[in-house]
């Protein structure tokens, strides 16, 4: 039931954008006319379509125009987005994209450089810093470490190097040089002709090494000094030194090298990742002795503004820089007298740039991102961070009649932060901008001047237009899923009165705002985490709780794939802290975040949850396949006498068009099937295995049903909400929930044994409220059969749906840190001096 521009005749939108055609995806050949000027809110379940009209097709459009406008040579350095299926779009105005995306994989990559607040301090630093006497100025460029005229020269900008000490090198000195007490030394021949160097040289090799005296193992270890003797192999020192003297005929002349340089060398040159790891594994990464961890030259660290360094100024949260430079941009303090005669044009200086950085300021303090520091690398941010920081950039930008596209703004932020959003969104609004906004949040959904439902349902069962209209007439709309959560129809379940079977108690929690915590958690029950954005849930659950028990167990996280020199990433972080009692409760710990379930598109949801081995086997049973004795391998597309040779089993062959976007085109062999002729011959139930990975999890659940395996893998696909999935669609085209949710069902499909401690990160990211009941019927689920769940959540209906809650804050960074409250959703609902507790009492009191 879509409204169009002729039903409003009274309406006060300027004009309307007016989609026909839209083919996209799932998207069902759909017309649309969505308002300019206005909130535009596209809401539906997960999977229904909506991002498929808001960015596939309305950004899409919008970026193909803007950019034929453009230069061939400037349209290069553009990520451009494939040319949408749809006929038309009218009234369509310049578009900006505001969207989930996880933070750059280098550290050089800050809050400072997203905002580009970074240069205007360098500005005010070069310009109306405090230089010590007779330092010449330094330029805005000499302020930045990933500068040649800013970085530190000795590590380079990095603010760390490697540096070998006696204890890497030599691991246990109890050990004879000839015991091989020197572990830095190669382990074959380079070795051993060291060795045989230091007996040419007069070294005891026999004697444990730390009986050596100090001046010796000094020189062994870190002489630069490189002498070419004669080496005698298989002689006793006793001989060597025998031969010697007779000027014996050595075996052959050898250089020594000292240990730590021939470390840093092999580091340095090797082509071999096992020879760099094993290098690395003698290298200590330690703070420069230079700069001291501040990545820049002494000139430039050593000029001041308001008492700090550029680098200290950097490292502050965001809310305590902006009450610094108040004072100054006021005109309020403006230095000294003496000072402000000598260099007038300073003080007026001074104020400008601190006029506009505190203006800037104010706009990411009103987002709540008060609690950041300029300096925190883009990595460490969550998407929903990283989003609302492009936001306050485009808050500030001024821009006029242009279409603000946003993938759910409110993702991670907790309700009282919320509010800021729709603020700021009001702004741009105000500013004569239209907003189209992908959201699940009800709050967000209740601001809309105008909503696009779109389903019914994911998928293959969505991509229609169920409304389009003010948001009061959904309510008539029997077939919304949406409608029942935004209207209040669904009641709310009873709170499960599970009581916890022991207590898991940390000591000490010390990490980024934690200092010196003590917490416990209760086992056997369904925990949720709350607090405002930045107060330290992450820090606590997804870090040091999630580290603690892993060494406990003896488990081994996966570390993160990071591009770049070792040196580039944050030093690694001690876990402070201990584990006090309850483990004897925990037997298994299953982390489930929303990290990508593989980075290429060869891997995919069948292949993650182990789905397609059992499908292969399936194929390769059927009688077709044994008479041509064909095995469960051949049914890979990752595997050479299976795939189509012609595409490497990708599906597609990717045609380079310089100065447009690159074109994947099926094929033309396997036709995208990625299989060869041969391998797709063979049929089950009438379907070649092609076809079955095209198949949805809906639609693989009635053809497998006589399967028990595989019905049972899907049966748990389609409880977490992923029903609308196709079997083989690729890791790359998944978003971070679905990614989440897969992992969640690879670990229900697994046996329940009890007394396993799962530890979910917001896992209602990107999921629609009909997709949450399924969430958590699944996670109670596991405490049902004997599990603890623990939770870091900001939707109101999973905290009320819970057992404990454990509400951390009060405030954001150092305001923050601090248990404020824990206990049943009744008990932390009339706590007064939490954030939480009035949402969760509003909403405990209202229906869904």
Known sequence: MATSAADLPDHPFSGFVRVRGAREHNLRNIDVDIPRDALVVFTGVSGSGKSSLAFGTLYAEAQRRYLESVSPYARRLFHQMAVPEVESIDGLPPAVALQQQRGTPTTRSSVGSVTTLSNLVRMLYSRAGNYPAGQSIVYAEGFSPNTPEGACPTCHGLGRIYEVTEETMVPNPTLTIRERAIAAWPQAWGGQNQRDILVTLGYDIDRPWQELPQAQRDWILFTEEQPVVPVYPGYTPAETQRALKRREQPNYMGTFTGVRRHVLHTFAT??????????????????????????????????????????????????????????????????????NAEHPEQVIVAQRIAEDLCARLSVLLDLGLGYLSLERSTPTLSPGELQRLRLATQLYSNLFGVVYVLDEPSAGLHPSDTAALLKALAGLKKAGNSLFVVEHNL????????????????????????????????????????????????????????????????????????????????????????????????????????????????????????EGDPLERAAPIATGGQIAGGMEHIKRLV????????????????TYTGLFDHVRRLFAATPAAKKRRYDAGRFSFNVAKGRCENCQGEGFVMVELLF????????????????????LEITYQDKNIAEVLGLTVDAAWEFFREEPAVHRALTVLREVGLGYLRLGQPATELSGGEAQRIKLATELQKAQR??????????TTGLHPSDVEKLLTQLNGLVDAGNTVIVVEHDMRVVAGSDWVLDMGPGAGDEGGQVVVAGTPDKVAKAKQSRTAPYLDQFRGNAF
């Open 591 to 606: 982390r489930v975040d929303q990290k990508p379930i593989g980075r290429t598109p060869r891997s995919n949801m069948a």
């Open 270 to 339: 090797t082509q071999s990742p096992l020879m760099k790891k094993r290098a690395l594994q003698y290298m200590l990464s330690t703070a420069c002795p230079t700069c001291h961890g501040k990545r820049l030259r002494p000139e430039s660290l050593a000029v001041t503004f308001a008492g700090l360094d550029i680098a200290d100024m950097s490292g502050l949260p965001l809310k305590r820089m902006a009450a610094l430079l108040k004072p100054y941009a006021d005109g309020s303090n403006t230095g000294s007298k003496k000072h």
């Open 443 to 562: 709050d967000v959904v209740r601001q809309a001047d105008w909503l696009v439902d779109v389903g019914p349902a994911a998928g293959e069962l969505g991509g229609e237009i169920l409304y389009s209209g003010p948001p009061a007439g959904l309510a008539a709309v029997g077939a919304s899923q949406t409608r029942r959560y935004l209207f209040n129809e669904e009641t709310r379940p009873e709170n499960p009165a599970r009581q916890p079977n022991g207590w898991l108690r940390l000591q000490g929690v010390t990490r980024n705002n934690l200092q010196d915590l003590n917490v416990e958690f209760p086992l056997g029950v369904f925990t949720t985490v709350t607090g405002v954005s930045g107060s330290g849930k992450s820090s606590l659950v997804s870090q040091v709780l999630v580290e603690l028990v892993a060494e406990h167990l003896g488990h081994q996280l996966p570390t993160e794939e990071e």
């Open 754 to 763: 009890g007394n396993s401690l799962y530890v979910l990160d917001e896992p």
């Open 660 to 679: 447009l976007p690159s074109v994947y085109a099926p094929c033309p062999v396997c036709h995208g099937a990625r299989y060869n002729a041969k391998t």
